[in-house]
């Protein structure tokens, strides 16, 4: 069974800038959830996704946006990059069948350095 | 909205001793509550969860968590450490009532582990 992945694992842009984050969920998983986690700091909420519909999104601005795909794999898209948007982003996937109490896992992340 | 609150974002034990960290939530009602451990440059990998079955639960590598509603407390604990254990703790929660799973985490421990 695979895990969760992410790609790329390390990316540098400049303010300004856009990027896309990829992820793909664990096999049987239809619930995939962003977080970006800033140094020191504990995983802060993104957004998540529900058979390629947003089910929920946290305290970031529009320029963070995402999508699901068929297949349950997922992007996270940010526009108009930011100093303040280095950090490392998670991805996790849950199988969708048990509401809040399910178990999320966690992809290894990728860390993005904004110059 | 609910908050999570861990005390002491280092905590420093010898081999063999007790590990201890704490964790708070505030919610009006009691949440799913999750601890998770992070290595360094790695995802989040769940240490165990409590979903209202038994108030005292058993994780995986000799970790446990007692869940206490009137401290609002979520503390987890093992007996004796490893140097393994090295590395940041993160507790977190969901909202039992929400329809998505979506976890608040708090600030995270570092753990260190001296022979």
Redesign the interface.
Known sequence: ETG?TQSPTHLIKTRGQQVTLRCSSQSGHN?V?W?QQAL??????IF?Y?REEE??R?NFPPRFSGLQFPNYSSELNVNALELDDSALY?C?S?PGTS???????????TRLLVL | AQS?TQLGSHVSVSEGALVLLRCNYSSSVPP?L?W?VQYP??????LL?Y?SAATLVKGINGFEAEFKKSETSFHLTKPSAHMSDAAEY?C?V???????????????TRVLVKP
């Open positions: 969760v619930t959830s977080y020191g700091q504990g995983p802060q909420f998540q529900y089910n929920g946290g998670l996790a849950s509401g809040s109490q399910e178990t999320q896992y966690f992809g290894p992340g | 999570v799913y999750f998770y440059n790695q995802g989040l990998q769940l969860k979903t993160f977190a969901s909202d039992r009532q929400a329809a998505g799973n979506k976890l608040t985490f708090g600030g995270g």
